[in-house]
């Protein structure tokens, strides 16, 4: 488990479970364990469940690896720009600090 890993806590208000495996992270910056995830986004119009804010695009609502294989890390940002991968970046890190 990395250390980013160990400070991620499931935003759902009556779970507070420390992440791990698979998580689903929000437009909106919130962040849910795959049980809670799972459940609350199956349907059609999601609402996040931490802020009620509307999910309807098709990347507001993603389920992502929290420990992603070094094969995939080598591979994500390749192809990119220098200046997309800093702003991915940058991104990254404030959200992090939102979501601590």
Same mark, same amino acid.
């Given at each position: /488990?990395? /250390?980013?890993?160990?400070?991620?806590?499931?935003? @759902? !208000?009556? $779970?507070?479970?420390?992440?791990?495996? @698979? #998580?689903?992270? =929000?437009?909106?910056? *919130?962040?849910?364990?795959?049980? *809670?995830?799972?459940?609350?986004?199956?349907?059609?119009? #999601?609402?996040?469940?931490? $802020?009620?804010?509307?999910?309807?695009?098709?990347?507001?609502?993603? !389920? =992502?690896?929290?420990?992603?294989?070094?094969?995939?890390? #080598? /591979?994500?940002?390749?192809?990119?720009?220098?200046? =997309?991968?800093?702003?991915?970046?940058?991104?990254? #890190?404030? /959200?992090? @600090?939102?979501? =601590?």
């Amino acid at each position: /488990m990395s /250390m980013c890993e160990d400070m991620l806590l499931c935003n @759902y !208000r009556k $779970c507070r479970v420390k992440l791990s495996g @698979y #998580a689903w992270v =929000t437009a909106c910056s *919130h962040i849910f364990c795959d049980q *809670h995830g799972s459940g609350e986004f199956s349907r059609s119009s #999601a609402v996040c469940p931490a $802020c009620n804010s509307a999910l309807s695009g098709k990347l507001d609502i993603v !389920r =992502t690896e929290l420990s992603p294989s070094e094969e995939h890390k #080598a /591979m994500v940002l390749a192809g990119l720009r220098p200046e =997309t991968v800093l702003d991915i970046s940058s991104r990254r #890190a404030s /959200m992090l @600090y939102f979501l =601590t």
